[in-house]
């Protein structure tokens, strides 16, 4: 899969973002609006956890 924005990441990069956490690193997360129709809950349960 392709983004020409670098929106859509593969699944190897998963790996890095866990160890930037798990580092104490700063990670930010950009939640898409389509997470709405993808997952149970809602976008602010998303928000806020931790």
Known sequence: ???????VH???QTI???KNIVS?????ALIA??????FQ???YQFK???
């Open 1 to 7: 899969m392709s983004c020409s924005f670098g929106a």
């Open 10 to 12: 593969e699944k190897s």
């Open 16 to 18: 890095d973002v866990l």
């Open 24 to 28: 104490g690193e700063k990670v930010i």
């Open 33 to 38: 609006p389509s997470i709405v129709g993808q």
């Open 41 to 43: 809950g809602s976008v």
């Open 48 to 50: 806020s956890a931790q």
